[in-house]
């Protein structure tokens, strides 16, 4: 079969070779002037092949030249995450088929990440957030003697295989809408590997990494986008283990922070009148006294105003709000 | 740039990791290079899972009779007691490190059955073990504070007064060649798998370790002993691990039928890798395969155990050749696995240049002699790794750094130069390692003969004239990979060398070596070691060691 493929080429040193390889000419000579631009490439390859098989025929046979991170080619050893079409994916785990779209299939280095060559991003970024979620036991003492293990259920190990299972191939924090705007965010992968070690039996600090984790960039900067969840090739979810981390930190007492409160004047608003009260979300949310924080949004504020979105100064509540007062007390919790 | 350690490692799979960590306990100054990040370490691929005589009921002397029975009695019985001794006592570290360990009711560690062993003592995560202990030792990495040089590609070992000093690395995001010196190098750069296609290793599986090694003089041993998979997945050789016949699946033939009862009646699938591949090979040659292939079937395990136990070789089943383990049997033939052989150590990892220690899959130590046991490579990493930390951690407080070195830096500087100011010449490293890995798959592979390999040397020196002209389609310095790649076919040609000329000169067949010229095992003449030395402007030398024996006299082997 045919596939037609577009690679986003990118080389700081902007010298690309011209001479032929193996008979097949290269693509002629760069615009210097825009170091990145697409280069289309035709492949023929059986129906069931993949992004990758495609990027490897082409570096092999036809242009040296491409850069491409990839090892297994079988979604284990999490090198190969790219856009394809728009989005993250593994190219060994993306099938040709599935992903022509008007006769092509686009691969290019996620614009969220800093580029090195062509499809070789810098994964800097990704590792420093992996780090600095400390994922390693701190073992709980006392340690068992040298020739035994940890005692624990096998439900408990398993419940974090979903964890384990991810490849760091960074495809969630590639997508994640949250990193887009905000450098500091953890970040997907980051935040389900603290979970892992957060939600291990073994681990000793488990009220210690719930502290750190609740800080500025942590569990409660995610909103929710859902990108982590579809794009993960290895069903990790890290969206649902933000989720756990969210509720054990609470649990374990720390909701001075602005993602708590937040989440906490939500649920009151809903509890006592049946709606959102947007009016006092927001001072909530930042702190009544944090005079400083609410300052800065004013500018939004005024916009939201010219644009004719400002919230009912009077805030009424919905037709039969005892129903949802009796929701409230049936879920229980800090809610009731 | 000049960079001076104690200790070097030379990859950052398990083997790598471990031996950093080791060292690092230790008190040295550690560093590691490698090409690829640690995550991407072949290391995590490893599905099945890792062998130790912890379980009650099992001894370490069990563990060492099946590893020294399946390794067909070349394996050294020292070596393997050290293994399957200490075996235990590394699992339960790994478990204190935070590995998710499957547990049996008790909460205690529990086992799944695997191919030749008389227990079920291989310890496992789900079906992504190798994943889980890889990504658990990187963490321990990251909070010992070793230091990683991340995407440098080593080109050369540097040796001084005969002994190993450090080695030279291409940095691949600037381009730039650096020399790395230390007291003390440990080779941990994985396996080979690239010499055959098919093979179910990964692409950076290029017998780098064993090059860069055997070029600076140490010798290697076993290298004609390459382990086949019984099954590799239709097409692109991926693994579908023994797990799924260690939870029960079968091998069917075209006819339906399970065909290991001919030829492996007691444990049928459960026989060694070597027995099973062979059988297979016959079945198919025979008429009785399906496209080159015969059946995994695992319907009869039901989906419950297929999702929960096999859930990573079901997943691939279904994205590689679109068919469900749980509907459908998969089709499967042997493919190239593991090389048993490699650079030659003692138990401390020590080889016979000084100054060079190696680990895992690369080093031969030997515990897998003629064929390895399934679950015992990571245990071979972990092991060795460890020790050879250890030894090198307490070999270079004896020793002073080099102080010189550059000149080995400049000639690799200007032999990178040539190389890619070679013109073109319609050799490329793509051509290249297909031509070598296809021919050494028909020549050297699972059966094996005297005029096969004959042809096979004859063709490999014609490879190598090739190679002498082949060109870099890339001229840049920042992320050459064509550069890389070229490197790479330089040291796979070296390896498959050594194949080809150890398996020529073992006149027997005997665990993974399968003559069909010399179809019996020879323990008058052949009970022994074969080594191959690297000679400048020569051809190598090849020479014996014998086999350590201690109290497993060697029988007949079947299963
Ligand atoms: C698909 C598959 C499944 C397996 N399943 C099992 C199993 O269930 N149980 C079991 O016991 N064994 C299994 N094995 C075997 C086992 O996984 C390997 O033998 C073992 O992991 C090898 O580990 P290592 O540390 O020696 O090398 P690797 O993990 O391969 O690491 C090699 C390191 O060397 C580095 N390197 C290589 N060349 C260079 C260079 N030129 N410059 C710089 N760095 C370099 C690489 O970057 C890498 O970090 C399996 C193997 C495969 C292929
Ligand atoms: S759900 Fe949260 S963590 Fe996941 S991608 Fe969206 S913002 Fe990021
Ligand atoms: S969580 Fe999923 S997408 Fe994110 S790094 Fe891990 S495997 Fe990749
Ligand atoms: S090549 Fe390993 S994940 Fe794609």
Same mark, same amino acid.
């Given at each position: 079969?045919?596939?037609?493929?577009?690679?986003?080429?990118?080389?700081?040193?902007?010298?690309?070779?011209?001479?032929?390889?193996?008979?097949?000419?290269?693509?002629?000579?760069?615009?210097?002037?825009?170091?990145?631009?697409?280069?289309?490439?035709?492949?023929?390859?059986?129906?069931?092949?993949?992004?990758?098989?495609?990027?490897?025929?082409?570096? #092999?046979?036809?242009?040296?030249?491409?850069?491409?991170?990839?090892?297994?080619?079988?979604?284990?050893?999490?090198?190969?995450?790219?856009?394809?079409?728009?989005?993250?994916?593994?190219?060994c785990?993306?099938?040709?088929?599935?992903?022509?779209?008007?006769?092509?299939t686009?691969?290019?280095?996620?614009?969220?990440?800093?580029?090195?060559?062509?499809?070789?991003?810098?994964?800097?970024?990704?590792?420093?957030?992996?780090?600095?979620?400390?994922?390693?036991?701190?073992?709980?003492?006392?340690?068992?003697?040298?020739?035994?293990?940890?005692?624990?259920?096998?439900?408990?190990?398993?419940?974090?295989?979903?964890?384990?299972?991810?490849?760091?191939?960074?495809?969630?924090?590639?997508?994640?809408?949250?990193?887009?705007?905000?450098?500091?965010?953890?970040?997907?992968?980051?935040?389900?590997?603290?979970?892992?070690?957060?939600?291990?039996?073994?681990?000793?600090?488990?009220?210690?990494?719930?502290?750190a984790?609740?800080?500025?960039?942590?569990?409660?900067?995610?909103?929710?986008?859902?990108?982590?969840?579809?794009?993960?090739?290895?069903?990790?979810?890290?969206?649902?283990?933000?989720?756990?981390?969210?509720?054990?930190?609470?649990?374990?007492?720390?909701?001075?922070?602005?993602?708590?409160?937040?989440?906490?004047?939500?649920?009151?608003?809903?509890?006592?009148?049946?709606?959102?009260? #947007?009016?006092?979300?927001?001072p909530?949310?930042?702190?009544?006294?944090?005079?400083?924080?609410?300052?800065?949004?004013?500018?939004?504020?005024?916009?939201?105003?010219?644009?004719?979105?400002?919230?009912?100064l009077?805030?009424?509540?919905?037709?039969?709000?005892?129903?949802?007062?009796?929701?409230?007390?049936?879920?229980?919790?800090?809610?009731? | 740039?000049?960079?001076?350690?104690?200790?070097?490692?030379?990859?950052?799979?398990?083997?790598?990791?471990?031996?950093?960590?080791?060292?690092?306990?230790?008190?040295?100054?550690?560093?590691?290079?490698t090409?690829?990040?640690?995550?991407?370490?072949?290391?995590?691929?490893?599905?099945?899972?890792?062998?130790?005589?912890?379980?009650?009921?099992?001894?370490?002397?069990?563990?060492?009779?099946?590893?020294?029975?399946?390794?067909d009695?070349?394996?050294?019985?020292?070596?393997?007691?050290?293994?399957?001794?200490?075996a235990?006592?590394?699992?339960? #570290?790994?478990?204190?490190?935070?590995?998710?360990?499957?547990?049996?009711?008790?909460?205690?560690?529990?086992?799944?059955?695997?191919?030749?062993?008389?227990?079920?003592?291989?310890?496992?995560?789900?079906?992504?073990?190798?994943?889980?202990?890889?990504?658990?030792?990187y963490?321990?990495?990251?909070?010992?504070?070793?230091?990683?040089?991340? #995407?440098?590609?080593?080109?050369?070992?540097?040796?001084?007064?005969?002994?190993?000093?450090?080695?030279?690395?291409?940095?691949?995001?600037?381009?730039?060649?650096?020399?790395?010196?230390?007291?003390?190098?440990?080779?941990?750069?994985g396996?080979?798998?690239?010499?055959?296609?098919?093979?179910?290793?990964?692409?950076?599986?290029?017998?780098d370790?064993?090059?860069?090694?055997?070029?600076?003089?140490?010798?290697?041993?076993?290298?004609?002993?390459?382990?086949?998979?019984?099954?590799?997945?239709?097409?692109?050789?991926?693994?579908?691990?023994?797990?799924?016949?260690?939870?029960?699946?079968?091998?069917?033939?075209?006819?339906?039928?399970?065909f290991?009862?001919?030829?492996?009646?007691?444990?049928?699938?459960?026989?060694?890798?070597? %027995?099973?591949?062979?059988?297979?090979?016959?079945?198919?040659?025979?008429?009785?395969?399906?496209?080159?292939?015969?059946?995994?079937?695992?319907?009869?395990?039901?989906?419950?155990?297929?999702?929960?136990?096999?859930?990573?070789?079901?997943?691939?089943a279904?994205?590689? %050749?679109?068919?469900?383990?749980?509907k459908?049997?998969?089709?499967?033939?042997?493919?190239?696995?593991?090389?048993?052989?490699?650079?030659?150590?003692?138990?401390?990892?020590?080889t016979?240049?000084?100054?060079?220690?190696?680990?895992g899959?690369?080093?031969?130590v030997?515990?897998?002699?003629?064929?390895?046991?399934?679950?015992?490579?990571?245990?071979?990493?972990?092991?060795?790794?460890?020790?050879?930390?250890?030894?090198?951690?307490?070999?270079?407080?004896?020793?002073a750094?080099?102080?010189?070195?550059e000149?080995?830096?400049?000639?690799?500087?200007?032999?990178?130069?040539?190389?890619?100011?070679?013109?073109?010449?319609?050799?490329?490293?793509?051509?290249?390692?297909?031509?070598l890995?296809?021919?050494?798959?028909?020549?050297?592979?699972?059966?094996?003969?005297?005029?096969?390999?004959?042809?096979?040397?004859?063709r490999?020196?014609?490879?190598?004239?090739?190679?002498?002209?082949?060109?870099?389609?890339?001229?840049?310095?920042?992320?050459?990979?064509?550069l890389?790649?070229?490197?790479?076919?330089?040291?796979?040609?070296?390896?498959?060398?050594?194949?080809?000329?150890?398996?020529l000169?073992?006149?027997?067949?005997?665990?993974?070596?399968?003559?069909?010229?010399?179809p019996?095992?020879?323990?008058?003449?052949?009970?022994?070691?074969?080594?191959?030395?690297?000679?400048?402007?020569?051809?190598?030398?090849?020479?014996?060691?014998?086999?350590?024996i201690?109290?497993?006299?060697p029988?007949?082997?079947?299963?």
């Amino acid at each position: 079969m045919q596939f037609t493929i577009e690679v986003g080429r990118y080389n700081p040193e902007g010298n690309y070779d011209e001479r032929a390889v193996a008979g097949k000419p290269y693509p002629p000579p760069w615009d210097k002037a825009s170091p990145r631009r697409y280069q289309t490439y035709t492949v023929d390859l059986p129906a069931h092949a993949v992004v990758l098989d495609a990027l490897i025929a082409i570096r #092999e046979y036809q242009d040296e030249s491409l850069a491409v991170r990839c090892a297994c080619r079988s979604a284990i050893c999490g090198s190969c995450a790219m856009w394809v079409n728009g989005h993250a994916h593994l190219a060994c785990k993306s099938k040709l088929t599935t992903f022509t779209k008007d006769g092509k299939t686009r691969v290019e280095a996620p614009p969220s990440m800093p580029v090195i060559r062509d499809l070789v991003a810098d994964m800097t970024p990704f590792w420093e957030k992996h780090h600095a979620v400390k994922p390693w036991l701190e073992a709980k003492q006392p340690e068992p003697p040298p020739m035994e293990e940890y005692r624990v259920p096998n439900a408990a190990m398993e419940e974090l295989i979903q964890e384990v299972s991810c490849i760091s191939c960074g495809a969630c924090l590639m997508d994640c809408e949250s990193f887009a705007v905000n450098p500091d965010f953890l970040g997907p992968q980051a935040l389900a590997q603290a979970y892992r070690y957060a939600g291990d039996p073994r681990d000793a600090e488990t009220k210690e990494r719930l502290g750190a984790y609740s800080g500025p960039g942590g569990i409660w900067d995610c909103t929710h986008c859902y990108e982590c969840v579809t794009q993960c090739p290895k069903g990790v979810a890290p969206l649902e283990q933000i989720l756990k981390l969210r509720r054990l930190a609470v649990d374990a007492g720390f909701t001075n922070n602005a993602g708590t409160r937040h989440a906490d004047a939500f649920a009151d608003s809903v509890k006592h009148s049946g709606r959102l009260n #947007e009016l006092t979300l927001l001072p909530r949310s930042v702190g009544f006294f944090n005079i400083l924080d609410q300052l800065k949004t004013l500018p939004s504020a005024f916009n939201m105003i010219r644009a004719g979105k400002l919230p009912p100064l009077i805030h009424k509540s919905i037709p039969g709000v005892q129903r949802i007062k009796n929701i409230f007390a049936r879920v229980g919790g800090r809610f009731k | 740039m000049t960079i001076d350690h104690d200790v070097l490692v030379l990859g950052a799979g398990l083997a790598g990791m471990r031996a950093a960590l080791e060292a690092a306990r230790e008190g040295a100054d550690v560093a590691i290079v490698t090409k690829v990040h640690p995550i991407r370490s072949h290391s995590s691929a490893a599905q099945g899972g890792i062998n130790a005589a912890l379980g009650e009921g099992d001894s370490w002397e069990s563990h060492a009779f099946d590893t020294i029975k399946g390794s067909d009695y070349l394996a050294d019985q020292d070596a393997v007691e050290v293994m399957c001794r200490e075996a235990p006592a590394d699992i339960v #570290e790994f478990e204190h490190m935070g590995v998710i360990f499957y547990r049996n009711e008790d909460g205690k560690l529990g086992t799944r059955a695997f191919g030749g062993a008389s227990q079920a003592r291989t310890y496992f995560v789900g079906d992504i073990t190798g994943q889980a202990l890889l990504v658990t030792l990187y963490d321990q990495i990251l909070k010992a504070g070793v230091k990683v040089y991340e #995407e440098w590609f080593a080109t050369t070992l540097y040796v001084e007064n005969g002994a190993c000093r450090g080695l030279v690395a291409l940095e691949m995001i600037t381009g730039e060649l650096h020399l790395v010196r230390a007291k003390a190098v440990i080779d941990a750069a994985g396996g080979l798998g690239r010499v055959f296609e098919p093979s179910t290793n990964a692409l950076i599986c290029t017998g780098d370790g064993y090059a860069l090694a055997y070029r600076a003089g140490a010798p290697l041993m076993d290298m004609e002993m390459v382990q086949y998979h019984p099954t590799t997945l239709a097409g692109s050789g991926f693994l579908m691990s023994e797990a799924a016949r260690g939870e029960g699946a079968y091998l069917l033939n075209s006819e339906g039928e399970r065909f290991m009862k001919r030829y492996a009646p007691n444990k049928m699938e459960l026989a060694a890798r070597d %027995v099973c591949s062979r059988s297979e090979v016959t079945e198919i040659a025979e008429g009785r395969g399906i496209d080159g292939n015969v059946l995994l079937d695992c319907r009869h395990l039901g989906a419950d155990v297929i999702l929960k136990k096999l859930p990573q070789i079901h997943e691939m089943a279904l994205d590689y %050749v679109g068919l469900d383990m749980i509907k459908d049997p998969i089709p499967v033939r042997p493919g190239m696995h593991y090389q048993m052989g490699g650079v030659k150590t003692d138990a401390t990892g020590a080889t016979r240049l000084q100054g060079l220690y190696a680990a895992g899959e690369v080093a031969c130590v030997s515990v897998h002699g003629g064929n390895r046991l399934g679950a015992n490579s990571l245990l071979d990493t972990i092991v060795f790794g460890r020790r050879s930390g250890k030894a090198s951690a307490a070999y270079v407080k004896g020793v002073a750094g080099s102080r010189g070195g550059e000149n080995v830096l400049h000639a690799e500087q200007a032999r990178m130069q040539e190389l890619l100011a070679r013109p073109y010449t319609g050799e490329t490293h793509a051509r290249l390692r297909l031509e070598l890995a296809t021919m050494m798959d028909k020549h050297c592979g699972v059966y094996r003969n005297e005029a096969g390999l004959t042809e096979a040397l004859k063709r490999l020196s014609g490879l190598k004239a090739r190679y002498e002209k082949i060109a870099v389609g890339d001229k840049s310095r920042i992320f050459n990979q064509a550069l890389t790649f070229a490197l790479e076919v330089g040291f796979m040609l070296d390896c498959a060398d050594a194949i080809v000329r150890s398996a020529l000169e073992r006149k027997e067949s005997r665990g993974a070596q399968s003559r069909t010229d010399y179809p019996e095992r020879n323990d008058a003449e052949w009970l022994k070691h074969i080594l191959i030395t690297y000679r400048t402007g020569k051809e190598p030398e090849l020479s014996y060691a014998p086999v350590t024996i201690t109290q497993w006299k060697p029988e007949a082997r079947s299963y």
